[in-house]
T-cell receptor, first 114, second 117 residues
């Protein structure tokens, strides 16, 4: 059973506008949440992360929001640029598991239109 | 790719044949992982290693085995490949380098695309 879910397979947004990607999780034991970005024929690369004790983390154009009570997080990209067209994966981990493995969602394909 | 090399990058094989994918790292990291990526499923953990000769199963380990005889190499073996194992396989490493958030980031290789006919 997938513990991290991304229910929107795709998102199309105009250049310069905001992209909002959503992610839900079921395991309340997750301590950290991460977003990865993946271009075709490349491996996923780390984008931004947040601890479960925070509700917001910002890094340049990227902001992640966490609503722990709703088990929901979102990634905001403002403004969206053509180079942001990629697949975005939400991931989660448990610090105390000592194996540092990540559980991933199914991914959301973002297309930024010129 | 941060010192991670996967080989082969592409492979086509027939059902029932054995296949071995290799992950080689130059970062001297303790933790290594094998994931597979499939449409609608994202990335799913197959096996992982937390040291030489120390491995454990992930969520989709059936039909796969792994070995780690050296810190730098983590091998994924399909003893008898099936069409359901057609996928893109990613190796990842972790050196327990924590972000300011406290999160531990996995660094991924470029992937190995396997097609089983």
């Amino acid at each position: 059973d997938q513990q991290v879910k991304q229910n929107s397979p795709s998102l199309s947004v105009q250049e310069g506008r905001i992209s909002i990607l959503n992610c839900d999780y079921t395991n309340s034991m997750f301590d950290y949440f991460l977003w990865y970005k993946k271009y075709p024929a490349e491996g996923p690369t780390f984008l931004i992360s947040i601890s479960s004790i925070k509700d917001k983390n910002e890094d340049g154009r990227f902001t992640v929001f966490l609503n722990k009570s709703a088990k929901h997080l979102s990634l905001h990209i403002v403004p969206s640029q053509p180079g942001d067209s990629a697949v975005y994966f939400c991931a989660a981990s448990r610090f105390r598991s000592n194996d540092y493995k990540l559980s991933f969602g199914a991914g959301t394909t973002v297309t930024v239109r010129a | 790719d941060a010192g991670i090399t996967q080989s082969p990058r592409h492979k086509v094989t027939e059902t029932g044949t054995p296949v071995t994918l290799r992950c080689h790292q130059t970062e001297n990291h303790r933790y290594m992982y094998w994931y597979r990526q499939d449409p609608g499923h994202g990335l799913r953990l197959i096996h992982y290693s937390y040291g030489v000769k120390d491995t454990d199963k992930g969520e989709v380990s059936d039909g796969y085995s792994v070995s780690r005889s050296k810190t730098e190499d983590f091998l994924l073996t399909l003893e008898s490949a099936t069409s359901s194992q057609t996928s893109v396989y990613f190796c990842a490493i972790s050196g327990r380098e924590f972000q300011s958030s406290g999160a531990n980031v996995l660094t991924f290789g470029a992937g190995s695309r396997l097609t089983v006919l």
